[in-house]
Nanobody, 119 residues
Framework: QVHLAESGGGLVQPGGSLKLSCAATGFIFRINIMAWYRQAPGKQRELVARISGGGVADYADFVKGRFTISRDNSKYSSYLQMNSLEPEDTAVYYC?????????????WGQGTQVTVSS
């Protein structure tokens, strides 16, 4: 059984920063894709950023230049550094990892961490 645990969410003022962390535990041989998604109230879950096993990252247009995703394979962990936060970034942020060569297989999700951007 693989378990993902997120941390780092909270309340921040507009223009502020937060860093989210996600650590995977359990029987893990290799992690392929690591990603962060978010879901705001009344909206669908959407991709924020993802990073491949080779370290190639890509981002949703609405976070480019503000958010940075990274990974530490030795710790089975991913991170999302969020800068210049806006009220529109308020959402529950979910960690995602897939452990198979095919990104559609062996997918795992965290329980989510709330990020609230408000003055």
């Amino acid at each position: 059984q693989v378990h993902l645990a997120e941390s780092g969410g909270g309340l921040v003022q507009p223009g502020g920063s937060l860093k989210l962390s996600c650590a995977a535990t359990g029987f893990i041989f290799r992690i392929n894709i690591m990603a962060w998604y978010r879901q705001a109230p009344g909206k669908q879950r959407e991709l924020v950023a993802r990073i491949s096993g080779g370290g190639v990252a890509d981002y949703a247009d609405f976070v480019k230049g503000r958010f940075t995703i990274s990974r530490d394979n030795s710790k089975y962990s991913s991170y999302l550094q969020m800068n210049s936060l806006e009220p529109e970034d308020t959402a529950v942020y979910y960690c995602f990892m897939n452990l198979a060569p095919d990104p559609r297989e062996d997918q795992h999700w965290g329980q989510g961490t709330q990020v609230t951007v408000s003055s």
